[in-house]
């Protein structure tokens, strides 16, 4: 089983709707989860992050983190053209290593 | 000052050369980081300093030598490389290396051997 996993996509969503990310995570000691979007050929840029249980939200962004399933996600309302990119799921493991998923592609359609 | 550079932008060199990457941070993080990332592939972490210290090296080969000259400054040293090691060579920086801090990227180093 692989520490983090995302669903590769591609994900199509149409302008203005909600776009919904999913990360999943094997180690239950995982204290801390990021999202980075990285656009094609450039390097990847924080969005957002979460420590505790909950939803977080940030503008159009919101970070929802549940530790008993042990899985986090990103939603992203009124999606723009300029939102698609790869979407990278992080978490802070052992060892104080970010650990990556494999990303989700995002494509948003105008 | 919340970046991260890297020089150079791009790099090609040939299996004898040595060459070498740099990056610079001015936010006094305290961490830093090298990765190195595949096309359609996630960064893989390499090296990690931690108060100018190696703290953690992933089994890297030794034709890759990191340095911390300073706490601001890290490189990457790169002698007879393979063409299997071209790849986008990112920078990371953290406040400290704890469980909580948030890393930034540079803009990365797009390395090929030829």
């Known amino acids: 089983q692989k520490e983090v996993e995302q669903n590769s996509g591609p994900l199509s969503v149409p302008e203005g709707a909600i776009a919904s990310l999913n990360c999943t995570y094997s180690d239950r000691g995982s204290q801390s989860f990021f999202w980075y979007r990285q656009y094609s050929g450039k390097s990847p840029e924080l969005i957002m992050f979460i420590y505790s249980n909950g939803d977080k939200e940030d503008g159009r962004f919101t970070a929802q983190l549940n530790k008993a399933s042990q899985y986090v996600s990103l939603l992203i309302r009124d999606s723009q053209p300029s939102d698609s990119a790869t979407y990278l799921c992080a978490v802070n493991g052992y060892g104080n290593k970010l650990v990556f998923g494999a990303g989700t592609i995002l494509r948003v359609k105008s | 000052d919340t970046e991260v550079t890297q020089t150079p932008k791009h790099l090609v060199m040939g299996m004898t050369n040595k060459k070498s990457l740099k990056c610079e941070q001015h936010m006094g993080h305290r961490a830093m980081y090298w990765y190195k990332q595949k096309a359609k592939k996630p960064p893989e972490l390499m090296f990690v300093y931690s108060y100018e210290k190696l703290s953690i090296n992933e089994s890297v080969p030794s034709r890759f030598s990191p340095e911390c000259p300073n706490s601001s400054l890290l490189n990457l040293h790169l002698h007879a490389l393979q063409p299997e090691d071209s790849a986008l060579y990112l920078c990371?920086?953290?406040?400290?290396?704890?469980?909580?801090?948030?890393?930034?990227f540079g803009p990365g180093t797009r390395l090929t051997v030829l």
């Open positions: 990371a920086s953290s406040r400290t290396p704890g469980l909580d801090n948030e890393q930034f």
